[in-house]
């Protein structure tokens, strides 16, 4: 063939696919992501990440399966990792907004954070600003991801006190409430290694809660704190753990 020909035959199926792509694909990305088509793009290629480098298992399918599609939800996870909240989207079926520290947010990914529109929080202050912005986020119907534990716990394998912002997303948002359990990610400091895995990384689903108006917020942490503590089986340390900036 001529290389007209060829001209013609690759435009041609440069528009099917095109064709194909926005019919097919784009309205699934939209309705996965609050209308959004390259944050459904983005979530779906860090899912296919965490598959691969991660291995990651989820369990307690019954229970993310519960999640409705539309409506306020809390997710409460106990913090091991940096790769935490990108494992735990892995078993979503809708687009989570993390509180994450701010020292954690290198500027190399600056557009990265705008796009998963995170909701920084900067740990050498006291500012209720994020938790604002996560209690509008709910009370508009999304979905808000939490480590109330406030930094990466350590040693591994146990679990600290949560603050008490996480009580009070969950009783005056009046979200649906997921506690979620994390273990097996990657036994390492840097971000960027555990990021990069690898590793066999686990999220257990937790059987959700709902809180009754009027519930104290120091009631509600306890009670999301003492079911993370009964599925983990890993021991409640008493003291929070100390702020070491960059280590989440």
């Known amino acids: 063939m001529s290389t007209g020909q060829w001209v013609l035959i690759a435009a041609a199926t440069w528009l099917v696919f095109t064709a194909a792509w926005q019919v097919c694909v784009t309205p699934r990305l939209r309705r996965f992501h609050d209308n959004d088509a390259i944050l459904g793009f983005f979530t779906a290629a860090v899912v296919l990440w965490c598959r691969l480098a991660h ?9 993310a ?20 909240p990108f494992i735990v989207q892995v078993g979503c079926r809708r687009m989570v907004h993390w509180l994450m520290a701010k020292d954690m947010m290198l500027p190399a990914f600056t557009d990265i954070w705008k796009l998963a529109r995170v909701l920084p929080v900067d740990r050498t202050k006291t500012d209720s600003g994020p938790l ?19 930094r990466i716990t350590r040693p591994p394998g146990t679990i600290r006190p949560f ?3 996480v009580g009070m997303l969950a009783t005056r948002g009046k979200p649906l409430v997921v506690p979620v359990f994390i273990h097996g990610t990657p036994d390492t400091e840097s971000v960027t290694g555990s990021v990069l895995g690898p590793s066999h ?5 937790l059987e959700p809660m709902r809180f009754e108006p ?10 999301i704190h003492d079911a993370m503590v009964a599925a983990s089986g890993w021991p409640a340390l008493d003291d929070p753990m100390p702020l070491v900036l960059g280590d989440a």
């Not at 409705?68 to 790769?83: K, R």
């Not at 604002?132 to 406030?150: D, N, Q, S, T």
């Open 163 to 165: 603050m008490d912002g």
């Open 65 to 84: 399966r519960s999640v409705p599609e539309s409506g306020p939800v809390l997710y409460v996870g106990n913090h091991t990792n940096a790769i935490d």
């Open 55 to 63: 291995r990651t298992r989820i369990e307690g399918l019954e229970h």
């Open 214 to 223: 009027g519930t104290p917020a120091v009631d509600a942490t306890k009670a």
């Open 201 to 205: 990384s686990t999220v257990r689903f």
């Open 132 to 150: 604002r912005a996560a209690l509008r986020l709910l009370k508009a119907g999304h979905c808000v991801g939490i480590f109330p534990e406030g």
